[in-house]
Nanobody, 116 residues
Framework: QVQLVESGGGLVQTGGSLRLSCAAS????????MGWYRQAPGKQRDFMAR???????TYADSMKGRFTISRDNTKNTVYLQTSVLKPEDTAVYYC??????????WGQGTQVTVSS
């Protein structure tokens, strides 16, 4: 099993930035990809970015430019650096981890609220 705990969310003004973190524990050696998703009120959960254990990144087209994913394998932690935040970025941000066997795990989410 893999447990994921997100942190770093909060209230920020338009144009601000936040750095989200997601710490993995448990069978972390099984983890291959780690990623970020977000879900705005009343909307589906959307893929944002993914990073492999080797550091290869993939971004959703709509997320390129203002969001940067990174990973520290020594700390079993994945980060999402956000910048120039807009009110429409308000959402619950979720961390995801996929194992080499195909299992998928989710964190509980962290709320990001961008005020106008």
């Amino acid at each position: 099993q893999v447990q994921l705990v997100e942190s770093g969310g909060g209230l920020v003004q338009t144009g601000g930035s936040l750095r989200l973190s997601c710490a993995a524990s448990g069978s972390t050696f099984r983890i291959n990809n780690m990623g970020w998703y977000r879900q705005a009120p009343g909307k589906q959960r959307d893929f944002m970015a993914r990073i492999t254990r080797g550091g290869t990144t993939t971004y959703a087209d709509s997320m390129k430019g203002r969001f940067t994913i990174s990973r520290d394998n020594t700390k079993n932690t994945v980060y999402l650096q956000t910048s120039v935040l807009k009110p429409e970025d308000t959402a619950v941000y979720y961390c995801n981890a996929d194992t080499y066997s195909g299992a998928s795990f989710w964190g509980q989410g962290t709320q990001v609220t961008v005020s106008s």
